[in-house]
């Protein structure tokens, strides 16, 4: 068994393409692997949180976690600031990274652009993320295209470690699924289906109730003429469309080209919407039934304190190998 190490942000609202692109993938995992899937906290706080909305959306994906099918009894399932060793840890990471390699990476520009003021949480992120990941030796992390640069940095971290106190650290590698790893918006098909979006009619959210969804996909955006073809490059909006269609109902790309041949945009979003209402029901249903039986915090304690023994002695021989003096008596 390999070790997989994902999180996701307890900011805004879990979206279709975190399904798709992430969550549905850890499910499969979980069969194979030894997998980490954590909360990330203290990087939802490199930008400003609402004390409150922090705590509700700390258990919503949580309890999204566990209604699409990570099983607690296979994967631990922690919130990051639940397991010291990550801080700890990043911040040797911090003091080992350079502010160059930092103010490099793309997403702090995209983040920082334009602002008078910007937090040193949101620089330094990268060297929290190499943490978390090293901190369990992981072997594989699930990815997006915004998150290669920060993995590669962490691959070099590793290096850097393992060059100057010996080899300690394993060199992680990218999981990147063949299908399904990217769903773009519901307004824009040049952007990334994100929760960040101010817009909420660019994203499904997993929470969003059947009329809610219906809604949003038929006021979706589409290419001009109305023949359901996968043709990115002259298509993209549709083609998006049909991406999602292929991903919710498992029918390949030509079989929806055929099944909607002569209809039109119209009925092809309706029956879209169907079919992602179907998929999303009974992960909802799921979903409320945790929340409403207190569970999550249950899965959380034992989920942290299994995390936490491998990451607190990784922390101690990460501490040992760089001449930190161990306490006595």
Known sequence: MGKVLSGIQPSGKLTLGNYIGAM???VKLQ????????VVDMH???VPQEPEALREQTEMVTALFIAAGIDPAKSNV??????????ELGWIMTTLTGMGELERMTQFKDKS?????????LLVYPSLMAADILVYNADLVPVGDDQKQHLELTRDLAQRFNSRFGDYFTIPNPYIPEVGARIMSLDDASKKMSKSNPNPGSYIALLDEPSVIRKKISRATTDSGREV????????E???????YAQVSGLSIPEIEARFEGQGYGPFKKELAERIVELLEPLQQRYYEIRKSGEIHRILKEGAAKA???ANRTVADVKERMGFLAPRG
């Open 78 to 87: 922690f919130v990051q600031s639940h397991v010291p060793a990550h801080a």
């Open 308 to 310: 936490s023994l491998i």
């Open 31 to 38: 069969d194979s692997e030894e997998c980490y899937f954590m």
């Open 24 to 26: 549905r993938n850890f």
């Open 44 to 46: 939802a706080i490199t």
């Open 113 to 121: 652009q334009g602002k008078e003021s910007v937090g040193a949480g």
């Open 238 to 244: 549709i083609s998006n469309l049909i991406s999602i």
């Open 229 to 236: 073809k996968y043709d990115p490059e002259n298509k993209p």
